[in-house]
């Protein structure tokens, strides 16, 4: 006795598809969207995160959650949406940018006169000042050891110029009254900017961390008996 000759419909359960229109929660800020707008660009942590089926989280509400401070998040689907850039907080976009990896976005920031200067100029001058970007760790690092029980710290940074002022270290630093082995010292370097330049770009490094800093220079007491150099300046946090 044969058994009925049971066919399948053919028919299976698609995958499936998801909104065009996306809710997005992102540290706490609310955005609508387009699926298309968030996969603009291919090559995007965005794109990468809406490729066929969302790989986000949700939050009560259903929306795709990112767990990133939102507060410019509306600049980012701004320039998805319209091509459009921000005419404020430039350096916290180009920071989005990056993370997102929207390398248009990337490059037209670059060369906004905000970060043009910032990136062509003052970086590739610093990357000419040997370790100096250690230097401020170093900084920063002495200050708070010696902020216990005191209103300010004061580190004296020493700045050597160009070789010949190199030459001179030796000499310069013997003749310092203060303790030698905390004197923090940047340069020489090959670029155009001068001392004052590269002080600017400390005041700026550190205040840029949240501290409070003044930079003056030391002035050393002359003696008819030994050079007096002005390489020495006192770095100063205020702490209150």
């Known amino acids: 006795m044969s058994l009925p000759d049971y066919k399948s419909s053919g ?28 996969r603009k660009h291919p090559e995007s942590k965005l794109a990468e995160l809406f490729s066929s089926l969302p790989k986000l989280r949700t939050d009560a509400q259903g929306r795709h959650f990112i767990d990133r401070d939102g507060s410019h998040f509306g600049a980012i689907l701004e320039f998805l949406r319209s091509d459009r850039l921000p005419t404020e907080n430039i350096p916290e976009v180009y920071r989005e940018a990056l993370h997102y990896n929207i390398k248009p976005l990337v490059k037209r920031l ?34 708070r050891a010696e902020a216990i029980a005191a209103r300010h710290s004061t580190i004296m940074i020493c700045v050597l110029r160009t070789e010949e002022d190199l030459s001179f270290y030796d000499s310069a630093i013997n003749s310092l009254e203060a303790v030698k082995e905390s004197v923090v010292t940047f340069g020489p370097w090959k670029a155009v900017p001068l001392v004052k330049d590269l002080l600017d ?40």
């Open 201 to 240: 770009c400390v005041k700026m490094d550190i205040e840029s961390q949240g501290y409070r800093v003044s930079i003056q220079p030391h002035i050393m007491e002359k003696s008819f008996l030994s050079r007096s150099y002005d390489f020495f300046y006192k770095l100063t946090f205020s702490w209150w």
């Open 110 to 143: 670059e060369e906004t006169p905000q970060l043009f200067g910032e990136l062509v100029g003052r970086q590739q001058f610093l990357s000419r000042v040997p370790h100096y970007k250690e230097n401020i760790e170093v900084l920063i690092r002495i200050a």
């Open 11 to 38: 028919k299976q359960s698609s995958p499936a598809v998801p909104s065009p229109v996306v809710q997005l929660n992102v540290g706490g800020h609310m955005f609508t969207t387009s699926l298309s707008s968030l």
